[in-house]
């Protein structure tokens, strides 16, 4: 939780009120808020808009309904809040403003500024019910409006989570492998629906868990849903903008951040879906990045996401699929076909040029390789070599 603190109250200028819906979603705002360090008595004050930000994510996560700051902001701050806030707990859904304090004096020296006095309602989403009732066995009831998604998703986790837990049998259970569990069983378990409409119900954890069919909203709450459920990781939503190979155009787009050995990382398993691909197995092109990779892609607000800056393609170094040179690239392929029969191999290189007579040594290799089906895609500084092999 983020510390919080109160002052003196300061005698009112003028009273105001207004009622405002939020936006359930829209563009990054790239405001940074001027937060007082003094100002009139409210539940929490704050001293820049990160802490403000962090401050509403505290109160989703604790279950109030309310909270009221003393900020300094206009009216498109306030509305541009949805973007910013990881929606996982839940968001603002209004504000009222009970008073406008006009020129307040902070300091000796400091310039006199206006500050609002700003009461949020909140609203928890159906993560955060369906969460708490697997951990602890419920919280309070939850409004009519969701209830029933609540029901659903509640009843749906615990045999998804039993099936991630059992795919973790075999591996040392750490949050690598349980974020990579969780990608990979929602890549393997959920349809992409490109033709849901993104305000849709269903654009959701439930629609994720209990109709197995959403787009991105559905994908990264699910992911955090189930990271939280079998992890004490960090997890968080991300929300920005993406573009995919199909779109050229940035369009609303949500997908996660997570903490592995107290590195963040970024990942986004809708991208990793293999959409619109004769590709099987998951796609791990989009786990473990860092924010240069993710970037030509994915545009978010970085004032308010924590930084993934360790070495990109957390997933190809960590499973020794990732090579540097022509060698390398023919020893890893030589390996993964000496483990069997594989049908489909991805793997990273960077810095390696390869044409179609780089792959002859598989036949050579593997002599019941019939043929071979290959595509390469640059994805940062390195590409992704993707085969596909009948015998």
Known sequence: MRARSSYAPLIAAVLVAA????????????????????????????TDSVEYVGALED???????????????????????????DPFWGAPISYLINKEWEG????????????????????QSVSYYAYNA????????????????????????????????????????????KALAVHDWLVENIEYDAGMYEGSEDNSVTGAL???????????????????CISSADVRIEVGVGKSNENTEWVDHAWNLVRIDGEWYQVDATFDDPVNSDREAPSHVYFGRNDLGMAPDHRWNTRYWPVADRDDFLYYRTEGLYADSKSTFRSIVKKLLGNGRPEEIELAVDDVELREDDLQFIYDSKDSV??????????????IVSLKLSY
Not at 370 to 383: C, F, H, P, R, W
Request: charged content about 20%; proline content about 4%.
């Open 210 to 228: 209990v109709g197995r069919s959403t787009m991105c909203q559905g994908y990264a709450e699910a992911f955090e849903l189930l990271m939280r």
């Open 19 to 46: 009622f405002v819906l939020l936006p359930a979603c829209g563009m990054l705002v790239d405001s940074a808020l001027n937060l007082n360090t003094e100002k009139p008595t409210a539940d929490s004050t704050m």
């Open 370 to 383: 019939s043929n071979i089906m290959y595509s390469y895609s640059d994805v940062g500084d390195a590409t």
């Open 104 to 123: 307040v004096q902070l300091t000796e020296t400091g310039p006199a500024i206006d500050v609002k006095t700003v009461e949020f309602t909140i609203k």
């Open 134 to 177: 697997y951990t602890s066995g419920g919280a309070a009831d939850p409004p009519s409006d969701i209830e029933a998604n609540v029901a659903a998703v509640s009843r749906a986790v615990p045999d998804i989570v039993a099936d991630i837990e059992e795919s973790l049998a075999d591996t040392d259970g750490g949050d690598y492998d």
């Open 59 to 85: 109160a989703a996560m604790s279950g109030s309904d309310k909270i009221t700051m003393n900020i300094t902001a206009t009216e498109d701050d306030l509305k541009g809040l949805a973007n910013d806030i």
